[in-house]
Nanobody, 125 residues
Framework: QLQASGGGLVQAGGSLRLSCAASGRTFSTYSRGWFRQAPGKEREFVAA????????YYVDSVKGRFTISRDNAKNTVYLQMNSLKPEDTAIYYC????????????????????WGQGTQVTVSS
């Protein structure tokens, strides 16, 4: 089970840090990712991290502003979001992949095996 937290309301230019903790039965995952879905839009890939490397991947729109990281001991992945923009407003979901996948495929939500509940991020202008 994945539990996402850390969302909230912030002004443009502000920062938030999302967390996604794995709880319940222990499971190992190849990589973890963050997706987001804004009202009326499709779910969009945001970032992913390969648990063992940790190689990271980002959608172009967040590069230089968002940073994904993980804490092995806590089995938790984080998404540090800086310089937030109103267009970052969405429900953010964390997800995990059990088996290795090729780098660019991390953006394919259909490949993820586990999903957490969403956490709302609202950026006001």
């Amino acid at each position: 089970q994945l539990q996402a937290s850390g969302g909230g309301l912030v002004q443009a230019g502000g920062s938030l840090r999302l967390s996604c903790a794995a709880s319940g039965r222990t499971f190992s995952t190849y990589s973890r990712g963050w997706f987001r879905q804004a009202p009326g839009k499709e779910r969009e890939f945001v970032a992913a991290i390969v648990w063992s490397d940790p190689t990271t991947y980002y959608v172009d729109s967040v590069k230089g502003r968002f940073t994904i990281s993980r804490d092995n001991a806590k089995n938790t992945v984080y998404l540090q979001m800086n310089s937030l923009k109103p267009e970052d407003t969405a429900i953010y979901y964390c997800a995990a992949v059990k088996s290795p996948i090729w780098g660019p495929r991390h953006a394919d939500s259909s490949l993820y095996d586990y999903w957490g509940q969403g956490t709302q991020v609202t950026v006001s202008s």
